[in-house]
């Protein structure tokens, strides 16, 4: 029974489910027309206007990125997706409904939050007012981890005169930009799209005279936003002016919670978290470097300080929110370039009896190293990692890896 068990999983499970966490190779603008119950479907004329308002806010990004590249529209028409909800509901949800919007939409396309290759455009039909008021953020939060959600109304698409301006600041944010403030600059005054400055209101179809643009800030972020702009590059000596002061830390907006979708990867221990430090950070956070200059370089945000260990030996597990197949996992320790790298990793897999089996042992040839495994599916996998004489063992991240494709990237997509 056991054996059986173990094959119907790999068979079963495997097959039906095995690509939900396989992020996008490429991620697209797909505009829909979102028609609750009651409200008309879109006019030929509204479908013009937003085909037109999305190929000129195409052509700005191309402006904004230096000519490099600009976004990718999916080729066929605006969809239309008929609600069996009134609008009513909507206006009851909470966050101006884009989660309930998303969980549909999702649904509708076959997709979940991980492998969604679009940032879904939705003009919500609504005749009476500008709900929902404008809005966007990236599915998974950050940069470069999948899709993403930009909703406006055809209340706004029909009146608003500044209708490109919102929708060239909302993609923004669904392509992963925050408002500028979070860097420390002015909402009112700065020159980003990103801020809430009425001299970049376009008026229909007139720019204005004085449009935002993206700032060093935000042209750091979208080069490493690679799905959506594939090839853009940032080189700090040509984008940041003489004089300008760049915030040092990139912000990255959370993920959202979606009803009916999981919420990511959850990373639990018994090997203690200590100094503050939690084990959750080493999933999908940003990876520190390891760099050994004198300085202590630990961060309790970022990573995870494990209680020392009288067997030497410290444990976690991690629970992936589909079954996934790891075929080479990336394990970045050590903090300062000196303490507490673990020396050695072993590997295991839960199966349906929820009993682990061994899929890997090995040595760690350096704080930052690849351990490649055997072609293996499971969703709870447990790594144990082996401490030097400190006892402890320091983590500043793990990346997993299914072939060429990672799943549940870090939220700022870099290299340690």
């Known amino acids: 029974m056991n054996v059986l068990c ?85 206006r009851a949800q909470p966050e101006s409904s884009a989660p309930q919007i998303v969980r549909e939409l999702l649904t509708e396309l076959k997709s979940t939050r991980y492998n969604c290759p679009y940032i879904l455009l939705v003009v919500m039909m609504n005749r009476k007012d500008d709900f929902p008021v404008g809005g966007g953020r990236p599915l998974n939060g950050g940069l470069n ?32 930009l925050p408002h500028v403030d979070v860097y420390g600059y002015d909402m009112k005054s700065n020159d ?15 720019p204005s ?23 853009v590059q940032f080189d700090p000596e040509k984008e940041v002016p003489q004089g300008y002061s760049m915030a040092a830390r ?17 990373v639990t221990t018994d090997s203690g978290e200590d100094y503050g430090s939690k084990v959750a950070n080493i999933a999908q956070g940003r990876i520190a470097p390891n760099k050994r200059d004198g300085k202590v370089t630990f961060n309790a945000k970022t990573m995870w300080h494990s209680t020392k260990a009288p067997t030497g030996w410290v444990s976690i597990e991690v629970a992936f929110p589909y079954e996934v197949e790891l075929t080479r996992v990336e394990i970045h320790s050590q903090h300062s370039g000196e303490y507490h790298a673990a020396h050695a990793v072993g590997v295991s897999v839960q199966d349906c009896a929820e009993r682990f089996s061994v899929v890997r042992n090995a040595n760690l040839k350096s ?18 990692f082996l401490a030097g004489r400190s006892g402890c063992v320091v983590l500043r991240g793990l990346r997993f890896f299914s072939a060429d494709d990672e799943l549940f990237p870090p939220l700022v997509p870099c290299e340690p």
Not at 12 to 32: D, F, N, S, W, Y
Not at 51 to 72: D, I, K, M, P
Not at 193 to 200: A, L
Not at 370 to 375: D, E, S
Request: charged share 20%.
């Open 145 to 176: 981890t999948g899709g993403g959600i930009v909703i406006l109304s055809s209340f706004a698409l029909d009146r608003s005169p500044n209708f490109q301006s919102t929708l060239q600041h909302e993609l923004g944010h669904a392509f992963g």
């Open 6 to 90: 173990i094959v119907a999983v790999g068979l079963v499970a495997g097959a039906a489910r095995g690509q939900e966490a396989v992020p996008p190779r490429e991620v697209k603008v797909l505009p829909v027309f979102f028609v609750p119950q009651g409200e008309p479907a879109p006019t030929e004329d509204q479908t013009e206007r937003l085909v037109r308002h999305l190929a000129w806010c195409r052509t700005r990004y191309r402006e904004l990125l230096r000519n490099q590249v600009t976004f990718a529209v999916a080729p066929q028409a605006p969809r239309v997706y008929q609600s069996e909800r009134e609008l009513a509901f909507y």
């Open 367 to 384: 704080a930052d190293d690849t351990v490649r495994l055997p072609k293996t599916k499971g969703r709870v996998w447990r790594f144990r």
């Open 250 to 266: 990139i912000v990255p907006l959370g993920p959202m919670k979606i009803p009916g979708q999981p919420d990511g990867v959850k």
């Open 192 to 206: 980003s799209i990103m801020s809430y400055n009425p001299r970049h209101h376009t008026k229909g179809f007139t």
């Open 209 to 231: 005279q004085t449009p935002g643009k993206l700032i060093p800030e935000d042209l750091r972020a979208l080069a490493l936003n690679q799905r959506v702009f594939p090839g």
